[in-house]
C-alpha cells in the first residue's frame, strides 16, 4: 500500500505541473507595477524623411506595406516542448525606402503592429499545432511586455547595402535597442523601367544577439528556442508624384 501511495502521490505532481505549464505558457500576465519612465525613444525614422545616404536626384522607391510582408518563426524547447506551440510573428506595416543604384534600403516596423500566429502563415510554415485563441493573446503579450520591452523599444529598423556579390546585402538590424550587422542574401526582381521592385529572402539569428532573453518558464522545462527564423517579400514602387517619375503636376 505505501507503495501505490507513493505512485499517486507522484502521478498527482506530474498532472499538476504539466497543468500549471499549460496555463502559464497561455494566460496572459496581470499589469506590471509602474516602473520609472524608460528613457525617450525616438519614434523612427519617418517614412517621408530622406535617409542620410539618398543623394539629390537619387531615384527612390517607396515599400508597399499592402504588398510586403515580414515573418519571425519561433520554436518551442524545454523538457515540456510537447506541450507548447510553435508561432509565426508577422509585420504587414513595413514601411522605408529602396534605391536601386546604389543599392541601398531603409525599413522600419512596429513591434504592436505585428500579428501572431495567423492560421494561412502557420500552415505555410508548416506548423502543425493549434493554439487557441486565449493561447495566442497570452503569447502575445509575454512578446510585447516580457521579451521585447516593446513600450520601450517599439521599433525594429534595418539599414542594407549591397555588397560586391550582387545577391548578398550587409544590413544592419536595430531590434531592442541593440544593432548587430548580418549578411542577407537577397533575391531582387526588378521591372525593366525601374519602377517597381521586389526583393525576398530569409536568415537566422539569435535572439541572445540581441540581449533578449528567450521566454521560459518552469526552469526552461518550457522555453522559446534563441534561434528564430526571419523571412521577408518586400515591395517597393516609385510614387507618381516622386522626382523623375515622370508624371505631370497635377496629374
Known sequence: MPSQ??????????????????????????????QAPAPTVPAAISATSAPAWQQTGMRVLHIVPQESLLTITVRRGGALARLGHDHVIASRTVQGVVAPAPGRAQFQFRLDEMSVDEEGLRQAAGLTTAPSADAIA????????RVLDAERYPWVSIEA??????????????????????????????????????????????????????????GGAMAVQDQMELAFRITARQELSAPGSGASPGR
Open 138 to 145: 497570452g503569447t502575445r503579450h509575454n512578446m510585447l511586455v
Open 5 to 34: 501511495n507513493r505512485r499517486l502521490s507522484s502521478a498527482i505532481r506530474t498532472t499538476f505541473l504539466l497543468a500549471c505549464a499549460v496555463l502559464a505558457a497561455c494566460t496572459p500576465l496581470p499589469p506590471a507595477p509602474a
Open 161 to 218: 547595402r549591397r555588397t560586391g556579390d550582387q545577391q548578398v546585402f550587409e544590413a544592419d538590424i536595430t531590434v531592442h535597442g541593440v544593432t548587430r550587422t548580418v549578411r542577407l542574401p537577397v533575391r531582387i526582381e526588378q521591372a525593366a523601367d525601374g519602377r517597381r521592385l521586389q526583393a525576398s529572402g530569409s536568415l537566422l539569428l539569435k535572439q541572445s544577439d540581441f540581449g533578449i532573453v528567450p521566454f521560459a518558464i518552469l
